[in-house]
């Protein structure tokens, strides 16, 4: 007896198009959503902690300033002395709040504010103090500059993570060389936003470009990155409805990040 193949018949289009294969779709839609933001969570921890003992070794260095400075204003017999030294103290101490509140917004998890919109000057502001204990760390000078500032549709945590996730990458690629990073912020036309991170480190090869924002892919396996930095910041820049480019240099890289700003 010839017993024949028993080959599945093909699903009818029917199927594929019923609304329990739609609900379906849209439960794994979710799920992968769900997915993404917990990655995207933990590597918002994993980068904070490449910060977490710089910013410590900077905060007891600011704490070590103004506990002498508060000994010069006890000492002072000057009133303008004691006063001058009792405003730097209030001075650095404002400084460490913001640094401190902007590395606890970064670390902590929000849902998602839909309809929300932020200013790139605060991105700036924010990302700026998280990175400066790193680049402080490394010896690599950081300079940040908003050409023209713009409003952009989204979550500002996210925009955040983004940019530190870039800096910190150019900061750790000039480490060696002690070299230089900058972010400059512009708007190249009305409906425009522009995010541009340079460095003049080693820049990247080219068989690395081709992965490069892909999962798991990473450029300097010195730097010991869990290669989900520049996963993540796609993802980012995408959730903002906005692209990621690694522009083409002799020295160094730049990465352009463009975003709809709100008029």
């Known amino acids: 007896m010839v017993v024949k193949e028993q080959r599945p018949s093909p699903l009818r289009l029917e199927e594929i198009d019923s609304p329990r294969a739609s609900e379906e779709r849209a439960a794994w839609g979710r799920e992968r959503e769900r997915l993404l933001e917990l990655l995207a969570q933990q590597q918002r921890i994993a980068q904070a902690g490449l910060v977490t003992a710089a910013l410590a070794h900077d905060t007891n260095n600011e704490l070590q300033v103004m506990s002498g400075t508060a000994a010069l204003a006890l000492s002072a017999d000057d009133p303008d002395e004691r006063e001058a030294a009792l405003r730097l103290i209030m001075d650095r101490s404002m400084v460490l709040a913001d640094t401190m509140r902007a590395f606890l917004a970064f670390v902590k998890r929000r849902d998602m504010e839909e309809g929300g919109d932020f200013l790139l000057s605060d991105v700036v502001g924010q990302t700026s103090g998280l990175a400066h204990p790193l680049a402080k760390t490394h010896g690599v000078s950081v300079t940040w500059e908003v050409v023209e500032d713009a409003r952009i549709r989204g979550e500002l945590r996210v925009a955040n993570q983004a940019v530190l996730n870039l800096v910190s990458n150019a900061i750790r690629a000039c480490s060696e060389n002690g070299g230089r990073v900058v972010v400059t912020v512009s708007r190249p036309s009305p409906g425009l936003a522009r995010i541009v991170v ?35 910041v796609r993802l980012a820049v995408r959730r903002m409805n906005g692209t990621i480019r690694l522009l083409t240099s002799t020295k160094g890289s730049t990465f352009r990040i463009d975003l709809p700003a709100v008029e």
């Open 198 to 232: 340079t460095d003049d480190g080693p820049g990247i090869v080219d068989e690395v470009r081709r992965s490069l924002f892909r999962p798991f892919a990473t450029g300097n396996e010195k730097t010991g990155g869990t290669g989900l930095g520049l996963f993540i």
